[in-house]
């Protein structure tokens, strides 16, 4: 499978290191953002001819570019396995999307509840928490959501929960929730549910829609930096009905079909909710990376990256004084956090990076209530982060996670470093 390297670009980038040797970079930090995929670079300068302004150009150029933009939608439903009711929202990124998400229903589900999880990214927390009511669902001791907790809440709440948000795969620990599963307890007590697939777009296959259509996932989100096509696009998935209610967020250019002194007509659903000149390029680059992801077959995907993982964790374990945070290897996209006892985690970044050309990442993963649950931390622990926020001195990990472009060998480097840094 190491022949998937060849998909993506800068897999044989050369870097100095600190002592001015040099060596081939070390990319672990898939979860953050993913290099482009050849495919990407290369549509990208084939549609360069024909790019120009899109929805309100008659020149050729311009339909091209607007008949591009608008069949990617198509290709967007048919990638997430959704049907005809709903509609697709060009964004930025997934935090975008999340925030329109909760300015859309808070027209909709004012004055009730929702309910998120201790799990997820501040993405999926804090646009929440400023329009709603929020409860979160506490994780078990390994971190995992307990189904039977959420059934109890969502029964406690008696028909007030209209929504439950979730993540489909942790950024922290990789976990996978049961998303179908949550979904039919969700529908059971009236809530639908809203889905962060940041996490899982480029690692396991989608599908919107289930044979029993109380399996459903009502509306999702995702980015395409975290999908081989970093050009600043996501989006946004639900259904037309419920996104067309209101005023748009963003309110500006290409939202109206008639503006006066005293009176505005919105556009219809979804340019209504695509304020200002929309991003061509950026859809043109996704559309090519779900080809890419396509060609390659997410099950093919999904298989090398779990045997990556299966790898790390035996390779790593073997390292004196290192401490996992997760438990079990199923049901896992392919991130691993761990510290080195008696090495801050910022450290261990640091060195990694400038002594061997490894790049990971480290810290909270801006997930701070689900981190802050894994390390143990004490409610006076993290009184005592507020009174004193310094970078250096707050509490984290180190996060490994892989793309489908990684190899057993780069692991095999990652153990040295970590084995030699651990004996030092
Ligand atoms: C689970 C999850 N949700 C949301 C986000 C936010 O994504 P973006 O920064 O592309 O908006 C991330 C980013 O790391 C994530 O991992």
């Not at 290191?17 to 898939?30: M, P, R």
Request: aromatic share 10%.
């Amino acid at each position: 499978m190491d022949i998937l390297s060849d998909y993506v670009v800068g897999t044989n980038t050369i870097i100095p290191l600190k002592d001015g040797s040099i060596v081939k970079y070390i990319n672990f930090d898939n979860a953050a953002t993913t290099p482009p995929f050849k495919s990407v670079m290369l549509s990208l300068n084939f549609f360069a001819e024909y790019y120009s302004s899109i929805h309100r150009g008659e020149g050729y150029k311009s339909r091209v570019s607007s008949e591009i933009y608008e069949s990617a939608r198509e290709d967007v439903l048919n990638f997430v396995g959704s049907n005809g009711d709903n509609t697709v929202i060009f964004v930025k990124n997934t935090t975008e999307a999340i925030n329109k998400l909760s300015f859309k229903l808070c027209n909709v589900y004012h004055n009730y509840a929702i309910l998120t999880t201790q799990m997820e990214h501040h993405s999926n927390l804090l646009p929440w928490r400023f329009r709603f009511h929020v409860d979160t669902i506490k994780t078990d001791d390994c971190g995992r959501i307990d189904l039977d907790y959420l059934e109890r809440k969502l029964k406690q709440y008696n028909g007030l929960v209209r929504l439950v948000a979730i993540t489909y795969a942790s950024n922290v620990t990789g976990y996978i929730n049961p998303v179908h599963d949550i979904a039919e307890i969700c529908h059971k007590y009236g809530a639908k549910i809203f889905v962060d697939c940041a996490q899982i777009v480029a690692h396991k296959k989608i599908s919107m829609t289930q044979e029993n259509e109380n399996r459903n996932i009502d509306y999702l989100a995702f980015s395409a930096h975290k999908m081989y096509a970093p050009f600043g696009i996501g989006v946004l998935v639900g259904d037309k009905k419920t996104l067309n209610v209101g005023v748009p967020d963003i309110k500006g250019g290409g939202t109206v079909k008639v503006v006066a002194d005293d009176f505005v007509m919105w556009e219809d659903l979804p340019h209504k909710e695509e304020g200002g000149t929309p991003n061509v390029m950026g859809v043109v680059a996704l559309v090519s990376a779900i080809n890419t992801l396509n060609h390659i077959g997410l099950d093919n995907i999904e298989k090398h990256e779990s045997e990556l993982l299966k790898y790390a964790a035996e390779s790593l374990k073997k390292i004196e004084d290192i401490i996992f945070y997760c438990d079990g290897l199923e049901n896992r996209v392919a991130i691993m956090p761990f510290n080195i006892d008696g090495i801050n985690h910022n450290m261990v970044a640091k060195i990694l990076s400038e002594e061997y050309g490894i790049g990971v990442r480290n810290g909270c993963f801006c997930a701070q209530p689900y981190v802050h649950k894994l390390l143990n931390l004490s409610n006076k622990d993290i009184k005592n982060i507020i009174k004193d926020p310094k970078i250096e001195n707050r509490p984290g990990m180190v996060r490994i996670s892989f793309g489908l472009y990684n190899t057993f060998e780069e692991i095999d480097r990652l153990a040295m470093a970590l084995e030699e840094m651990s004996k030092k």
